[in-house]
């Protein structure tokens, strides 16, 4: 009788312990998807405010006298030669010079490091893991759409080659990664995947 107790007993302990486990793992989900959530809001806010500066500057524009305008014009002209004088013709600027990923670096002394590199050390801070768009903003630094999803796409496919390499973890059937790559299953050789880039 005790015998089959203490059985009984251990079988249930056991199925509380995978339970736990799966729950974990679950958290880790939802926490990673709420650093996503947050890291997508922060870029959306980032681009909301990037227009109303410019709506701005566009209003004020509007409002000077004609002659004033073209005085304003040519000394900012003249002083700025030709430099951007506007965050939308920062952008501009920064779009027509075709950037590189890697020149969108935050930091420069890590642009001699590999993604997978860089990753992996801001990974071991969130043992969690990070939604990959939340890493590209950690890495990179970019101004609009067109530069976020450049960066992202060149991360995504580096990072998916550590993942095979077995220096990074994927969980699967998401885009959140792991420092540690026995956290989740290696991609298969030729796993294909398509980038959901924020709105």
């Given at each position: 009788?005790?015998?089959?107790?203490?059985?009984?007993?251990?079988?249930?302990?056991?199925?509380?312990?995978?339970?736990?486990?799966?729950?974990?793992?679950?958290?880790?989900?939802?926490?990673?998807?709420?650093?996503?959530?947050?890291?997508?809001?922060?870029?959306?806010?980032?681009?909301?405010?990037?227009?109303?500066?410019?709506?701005?500057?566009?209003?004020?524009?509007?409002?000077?006298?004609?002659?004033?305008?073209?005085?304003?014009?040519?000394?900012?002209?003249?002083?700025?030669?030709?430099?951007?004088?506007?965050?939308?013709?920062?952008?501009?600027?920064?779009?027509?010079?075709?950037?590189?990923?890697?020149?969108?670096?935050?930091?420069?002394?890590?642009?001699?490091?590999?993604?997978?590199?860089?990753?992996?050390?801001?990974?071991?801070?969130?043992?969690?893991?990070?939604?990959?768009?939340?890493?590209v903003?950690?890495?990179?630094?970019?101004?609009?759409k067109?530069?976020?999803?450049?960066?992202?796409?060149?991360?995504?496919?580096?990072?998916?080659?550590?993942v095979?390499?077995?220096?990074l973890?994927?969980?699967?059937?998401?885009?959140?990664?792991?420092?540690?790559?026995?956290?989740?299953?290696?991609?298969?050789?030729?796993?294909?995947?398509?980038?959901?880039?924020?709105?």
């Open positions: 009788m005790d015998e089959a107790l203490i059985s009984l007993l251990r079988e249930q302990k056991a199925e509380a312990e995978q339970r736990a486990i799966s729950f974990r793992r679950q958290a880790n989900v939802y926490e990673a998807l709420a650093e996503s959530l947050e890291a997508t809001i922060r870029h959306l806010e980032a681009a909301r405010s990037q227009e109303e500066y410019q709506l701005t500057i566009d209003v004020s524009v509007e409002d000077k006298h004609p002659l004033e305008l073209q005085a304003n014009q040519e000394t900012s002209h003249s002083l700025s030669g030709s430099f951007p004088t506007s965050i939308g013709d920062e952008n501009t600027a920064r779009r027509d010079r075709g950037l590189k990923p890697k020149d969108m670096r935050r930091s420069k002394t890590s642009r001699n490091k590999g993604y997978v590199v860089e990753a992996k050390k801001i990974l071991s801070s969130f043992p969690s893991g990070l939604h990959i768009n939340s890493l903003d950690e890495i990179f630094e970019t101004f609009n067109d530069e976020f999803i450049r960066a992202k796409n060149s991360l995504f496919a580096e990072l998916n080659r550590g095979r390499e077995g220096r973890g994927r969980m699967k059937d998401s885009d959140v990664f792991f420092a540690e790559p026995e956290l989740v299953s290696p991609l298969p050789p030729e796993h294909k995947e398509t980038i959901n880039t924020p709105e």
